[in-house]
């Protein structure tokens, strides 16, 4: 098997509709593979515009740089993906977007319930205070208030 030609970042930048600084970006977050060449200009695998493809969508439907790097990981960066390894790919983007939908869905349902009620009652509202655990822990910020004490504690121990 031949080795996937390599094109100019400009190239990238043209066929994906982007600047090329967000190409380079890209490159420098690790999400997209890129050599240097001898001259060290960035050139890039032609199957990275693919992959910035699938980044552009995975943001735009609400997944963060640190999210689409994890999915984007188990495509290989030394080959074009084949259609086997976006299937895979796809299947977790796919749980991804059902375990959202339930959430919505949900959300949905709560909403036609309680609209118009106007309660808001931190004892009985789903929406405004759903499954509150710390609520036995006093009021206020006790996760913070015990995160911050934590450290306190810790530095007049070292100091």
Same mark, same amino acid.
């Given at each position: 098997?031949?080795?996937?030609?390599? *094109?100019?970042?400009?190239?990238?930048?043209?066929?994906?509709?982007?600047? *090329?600084?967000?190409?380079? @970006?890209? !490159?420098?977050?690790? /999400?997209?593979? =890129?050599?240097?060449?001898?001259?060290?200009?960035?050139?890039?695998?032609?199957? *990275?515009?693919?992959? *910035?493809?699938?980044?552009?969508?995975?943001?735009?439907?609400? @997944?963060? /740089?640190?999210?689409?790097?994890? /999915?984007?990981? =188990?495509?290989?960066?030394?080959?074009?993906?084949?259609?086997?390894?976006?299937?895979?790919? =796809?299947?977790?983007?796919?749980?991804?977007?059902?375990?959202?939908? $339930? !959430?919505?869905?949900?959300?949905?349902? =709560?909403?036609?319930?309680?609209?118009?009620?106007?309660?808001?009652?931190?004892?009985?509202?789903?929406?405004?205070?759903?499954?509150?655990?710390? $609520?036995?822990?006093?009021?206020?910020?006790?996760? /913070?208030?015990?995160?911050?004490?934590?450290? @306190?504690?810790?530095?007049?121990?070292?100091?």
């Amino acid at each position: 098997m031949s080795p996937e030609p390599l *094109v100019s970042i400009g190239f990238i930048a043209k066929r994906t509709g982007n600047a *090329v600084s967000l190409i380079r @970006y890209y !490159a420098n977050e690790g /999400l997209i593979p =890129s050599v240097r060449t001898e001259g060290g200009n960035r050139v890039f695998p032609r199957s *990275v515009i693919r992959r *910035v493809s699938f980044i552009l969508i995975a943001q735009n439907m609400g @997944y963060s /740089l640190a999210q689409i790097k994890t /999915l984007l990981s =188990s495509l290989p960066n030394n080959r074009t993906p084949t259609q086997k390894d976006w299937i895979a790919l =796809s299947e977790t983007f796919n749980q991804h977007i059902e375990q959202r939908i $339930a !959430a919505l869905t949900s959300l949905k349902t =709560s909403l036609q319930g309680c609209i118009g009620c106007g309660c808001l009652s931190l004892e009985r509202c789903k929406l405004y205070n759903s499954d509150d655990k710390m $609520a036995a822990h006093g009021a206020g910020a006790q996760l /913070l208030d015990d995160n911050v004490q934590s450290m @306190y504690l810790a530095q007049r121990l070292k100091g």
